[in-house]
């Protein structure tokens, strides 16, 4: 059962990742430019690779656990999106960030 929640963690990791190069990829001067850019294609293929990885988790891992899960996604991904991306970050998306938290780690106790 450990494999599987190494690759839903694994999974999560490299979804964060491929955010990260889509978002460093949108700032192309139209839609076709955006999408040839290596960043962008990088991140469409580690949002490829996640979801691979999410399936394999998902053979032992209940739905009901492994979904909410990858919503750790969410909170790493503001916390970077601020940090690399210059992105506001203030109370709101604190509070949200541990509402996000606490939501899992209750539906991983249960």
Do not use: C, W
């Amino acid at each position: 059962m450990t494999i599987y929640y190494v690759a839903l963690g694994i999974g999560i990791l490299t979804g964060i990742g491929g955010q990260m190069l889509l978002k460093a990829g949108a700032d192309a001067p139209d839609f076709v430019s955006q999408l040839m850019r290596p960043s962008t294609i990088a991140g469409l293929a580690l949002y490829g690779s996640a979801a691979f990885l999410y399936i394999i988790a998902l053979r032992k891992i209940p739905v009901s656990v492994a979904f909410p899960s990858v919503s750790v996604s969410y909170a790493l991904v503001a916390v970077l999106g601020h940090f690399l991306f210059g992105e506001p970050f203030g109370l709101k998306q604190i509070g949200g960030i541990a509402l996000i938290m606490g939501g899992v780690v209750l539906i991983n106790q249960a």
